[in-house]
């Protein structure tokens, strides 16, 4: 089945400690992107990336960084998350060219 | 930075009605259009791929138009029922191909 898959679902953590969110296609799709999406703010773009070792900032990219080694991975990475970083995060990839996204099924992070 | 507006931000209509929300978007940038689907607790699922002036899309009871000279697409729910409760988004892929921008997206409540 083509799918993005994002891990965890769910996590909380503590206000400092590095974490990384994975997100893997299997549809070998070139562009591949992480928003966050707050309350009454819509989807924000964090960054993106148009091929492997390609990646770009996007709207809201402070206290994240990202890796594109693979084609199929796209890992999210705060190494030093604070409160403000609570929200709900989505992994997307896309065909070059006109296509849409497909989305992962999001990660929750709570950071106390 | 491109600007995608979507109106209303918010709509109730009874089961039965119909109703329509506005997509608007710079003309300037125009690459492709798309509507997404986005129920609470999912990820947003994709409706539409819009790229032609002009262009008529139907899926079952929800359709979408298209103008990219004057920069707007509408779309169109017949007959509402409550399953069809969700955020609508629209995101304009720019003249580049490459990135996505997100409207704030319209909250349809159906209302039994």
Same mark, same amino acid.
């Given at each position: 089945?083509?799918?993005?898959?994002?891990?965890?679902?769910?996590?909380?953590?503590?206000?400092?400690?590095?974490?990384?969110?994975?997100?893997?296609? #299997?549809? #070998?799709?070139?562009?591949?992107?992480?928003?966050?999406?707050?309350?009454?703010?819509?989807?924000?773009?964090?960054?993106?990336?148009? #091929?492997?070792?390609?990646?770009?900032?996007?709207?809201?990219?402070?206290?994240?960084?990202?890796?594109?080694?693979?084609?199929?991975?796209?890992?999210?990475?705060?190494?030093?998350?604070?409160?403000?970083?609570?929200?709900?995060?989505?992994?997307?990839?896309?065909?070059?060219?006109?296509?849409?996204?497909?989305?992962?099924?999001?990660?929750?992070?709570?950071?106390? | 930075? !491109?600007? /995608?507006?979507?109106?209303?931000?918010? !709509?109730? /209509?009874?089961?039965?009605? $119909?109703?329509?929300?506005?997509?608007?978007?710079? $003309?300037?940038?125009?690459?492709?259009?798309?509507?997404?689907?986005?129920?609470?607790?999912?990820?947003?699922?994709?409706?539409?791929?819009?790229?032609?002036?002009?262009?008529?899309? *139907?899926?079952?009871?929800?359709?979408?138009? !298209?103008?990219?000279?004057?920069?707007?697409?509408?779309?169109?729910?017949?007959?509402?029922?409550?399953?069809?409760?969700?955020?609508?988004?629209?995101?304009? *892929?720019?003249?580049?191909?490459?990135?996505? /921008?997100?409207?704030?997206?319209?909250?349809?409540? /159906? !209302?039994?």
């Amino acid at each position: 089945e083509a799918q993005v898959t994002q891990n965890p679902r769910y996590l909380i953590t503590v206000t400092g400690k590095k974490l990384t969110v994975t997100c893997s296609q #299997n549809m #070998n799709h070139e562009y591949m992107s992480w928003y966050r999406q707050d309350p009454g703010l819509g989807l924000r773009q964090i960054y993106y990336s148009m #091929n492997v070792e390609v990646t770009d900032k996007g709207d809201v990219p402070e206290g994240y960084k990202v890796s594109r080694k693979e084609k199929r991975n796209f890992p999210l990475i705060l190494e030093s998350p604070s409160p403000n970083q609570t929200s709900l995060y989505f992994c997307a990839s896309s065909r070059q060219g006109i296509y849409g996204y497909t989305f992962g099924s999001g990660t929750r992070l709570t950071v106390v | 930075i !491109l600007n /995608v507006e979507q109106s209303p931000q918010s !709509l109730h /209509v009874q089961e039965g009605d $119909s109703t329509n929300f506005t997509c608007s978007f710079p $003309s300037s940038n125009f690459y492709a259009l798309h509507w997404y689907r986005w129920e609470t607790a999912k990820s947003p699922e994709a409706l539409f791929v819009m790229t032609l002036n002009g262009d008529e899309k *139907k899926k079952g009871r929800i359709s979408a138009t !298209l103008n990219t000279k004057e920069g707007y697409s509408y779309l169109y729910i017949k007959g509402s029922q409550p399953e069809d409760s969700a955020t609508y988004l629209c995101a304009l *892929k720019d003249n580049y191909g490459q990135n996505f /921008v997100f409207g704030p997206g319209t909250r349809l409540s /159906v !209302l039994p």
